[in-house]
């Protein structure tokens, strides 16, 4: 129950963050902040979303900045827009009480000479995605040569998405900086691949013990229904859930664009974020979630890696994900910042043996509602 302080923080970002109400240090923070406090290192840690992954490396890469520096000195490579800019923001506001640091956020789907122009300005850390990252390496629009510390965010997900060689390619580049921090939900092969090429042979290795993983203040429910049943059961919970806002998860990018268009029917203010959509409809419907004129947001797996939108009360898995680790990640989207949520599955009855795998791997409980109808 160690607080920030005695990690090591210093007392101006330990300010900052208590007034976001981060005050006691995860796992991951209690495990992962001294070892980066301490001196130049490589790390590798293993800790799915959710978990403060943000701080873990956040705020040692802040103690590291020379203010005074005109220089880029940190870089954050994330694999998607929503994450790049979701952490540039946290950064931001760990800093209100600190000295004046620059943080600018790279990505595709924006215009890049707006982004060179950006760039221009002083700027201490830059995060960016993959491929935009390597557009402005090319353009020579960005100077990578006092960079101290690089950090690989999300890096299975990087991977995943096809980014590999751009990740190689940064990573030669950046052959000599001091510190390399890895964090990944999982080590696949071409994470180990990454690991064995650039990494100090005696990086630090941190697991976060998956049964640590998941949120405490989440109830985990389930209700058995057929798919003929699912839309009607869906209506209810949300009906029972008065106003509250939530987001609903669907596998498929059919799926989901339909039941947002079902719920619209309904009167239920809804949108959907999946893979088909441009990044400025994207956009609009993420500002329209957050601004509250949306209640509720359908979406797939992928296209919802990044969403942070605060006060959502409830996660409903309309249709289970692919694996346990999306099921994190899905339903870490609910009781943030120590409120409480719900997350929901609805299942028929062969998929019961699924939640029953969650329960041995994630170490939850899932308890069985019935709605009334």
Same mark, same amino acid.
């Given at each position: 129950m160690k607080n920030f302080e005695k990690l090591g923080v210093n007392p101006s970002l330990v300010k900052g963050l208590a007034e976001l109400n981060i005050v006691v240090p995860s796992d991951i923070q209690r495990n992962v902040i001294p070892i980066l406090l301490a001196g130049k290192t490589d790390i590798v840690a293993q800790a799915q979303t959710g978990t403060g992954k943000t701080a873990s490396f956040g705020l040692p890469l802040l103690e590291q900045i020379d203010a005074n520096l005109d220089a880029v000195q940190g870089l954050i490579l994330c694999p998607t827009r929503e994450l790049a800019k979701q952490v540039a923001k946290q950064l931001f506001k760990f800093i209100k009480y600190s000295d004046k640091i620059f943080i600018e956020s790279v990505y595709g789907g /924006?215009?890049?000479?707006?982004?060179?122009?950006?760039?221009?300005?002083?700027?201490?850390?830059?995060?960016?995605?993959?491929g935009r990252l390597i557009? =402005?390496?090319?353009?020579?629009?960005?100077?990578? *040569?006092?960079?101290?510390?690089?950090? =690989?965010?999300?890096?299975? /997900?990087? =991977? #995943?998405?096809?980014?590999q060689q751009e990740l190689d390619q940064i990573l030669?580049?950046?052959?000599?900086?001091? %510190?390399?921090?890895?964090?990944?939900?999982?080590?696949?092969?071409?994470?180990?691949?990454?690991?064995?090429?650039? =990494? #100090?042979?005696?990086?630090?290795?941190?697991?976060?013990? *998956?049964?640590d993983v998941v949120n405490k203040n989440i109830s985990h429910q389930y209700l058995t229904c057929d798919e003929s049943e699912k839309l009607n059961a869906l209506l209810l919970f949300l009906k029972s859930q008065h106003k %509250?806002?939530?987001?609903?998860?669907?596998?498929?990018? #059919?799926?989901?664009?339909?039941?947002?268009?079902?719920?619209?029917?309904? %009167?239920?203010?809804?949108?959907?974020?999946?893979?088909?959509?441009?990044?400025?409809?994207?956009?609009?419907?993420?500002?329209?979630?957050?601004? /509250?004129?949306?209640?509720?947001?359908?979406?797939?797996?992928? #296209?919802? *890696?990044?969403?942070?939108?605060?006060?959502?009360?409830?996660?409903?898995?309309?249709q289970l994900p692919e694996n346990d680790e999306y099921y994190t990640h899905r339903s870490g989207r609910t009781a943030r910042a120590g409120k409480e949520g719900v997350s929901i599955c609805f299942v028929n009855k062969d998929e019961i043996n699924k939640l029953r795998k969650y329960e041995r791997t994630l170490g939850i409980r899932f308890e069985k509602v019935k709605l009334v109808y």
């Amino acid at each position: 129950m160690k607080n920030f302080e005695k990690l090591g923080v210093n007392p101006s970002l330990v300010k900052g963050l208590a007034e976001l109400n981060i005050v006691v240090p995860s796992d991951i923070q209690r495990n992962v902040i001294p070892i980066l406090l301490a001196g130049k290192t490589d790390i590798v840690a293993q800790a799915q979303t959710g978990t403060g992954k943000t701080a873990s490396f956040g705020l040692p890469l802040l103690e590291q900045i020379d203010a005074n520096l005109d220089a880029v000195q940190g870089l954050i490579l994330c694999p998607t827009r929503e994450l790049a800019k979701q952490v540039a923001k946290q950064l931001f506001k760990f800093i209100k009480y600190s000295d004046k640091i620059f943080i600018e956020s790279v990505y595709g789907g /924006e215009q890049i000479d707006r982004q060179i122009s950006a760039l221009q300005r002083p700027t201490h850390i830059v995060v960016a995605t993959p491929g935009r990252l390597i557009d =402005l390496i090319n353009r020579k629009a960005v100077d990578l *040569r006092k960079v101290k510390t690089v950090v =690989l965010d999300e890096a299975d /997900e990087m =991977l #995943s998405m096809g980014f590999q060689q751009e990740l190689d390619q940064i990573l030669n580049v950046l052959d000599n900086v001091e %510190n390399k921090w890895l964090f990944s939900a999982t080590i696949p092969q071409g994470i180990q691949q990454i690991i064995a090429k650039h =990494l #100090s042979a005696d990086a630090k290795r941190i697991e976060v013990k *998956r049964k640590d993983v998941v949120n405490k203040n989440i109830s985990h429910q389930y209700l058995t229904c057929d798919e003929s049943e699912k839309l009607n059961a869906l209506l209810l919970f949300l009906k029972s859930q008065h106003k %509250n806002r939530g987001i609903v998860f669907c596998r498929t990018k #059919s799926i989901a664009k339909k039941l947002a268009q079902q719920l619209i029917a309904k %009167n239920i203010a809804t949108d959907a974020i999946h893979g088909d959509l441009l990044q400025k409809e994207r956009d609009k419907v993420m500002r329209a979630f957050k601004n /509250e004129t949306l209640r509720i947001l359908v979406a797939t797996d992928v #296209s919802a *890696r990044g969403i942070d939108v605060s006060g959502l009360t409830f996660v409903v898995h309309y249709q289970l994900p692919e694996n346990d680790e999306y099921y994190t990640h899905r339903s870490g989207r609910t009781a943030r910042a120590g409120k409480e949520g719900v997350s929901i599955c609805f299942v028929n009855k062969d998929e019961i043996n699924k939640l029953r795998k969650y329960e041995r791997t994630l170490g939850i409980r899932f308890e069985k509602v019935k709605l009334v109808y």
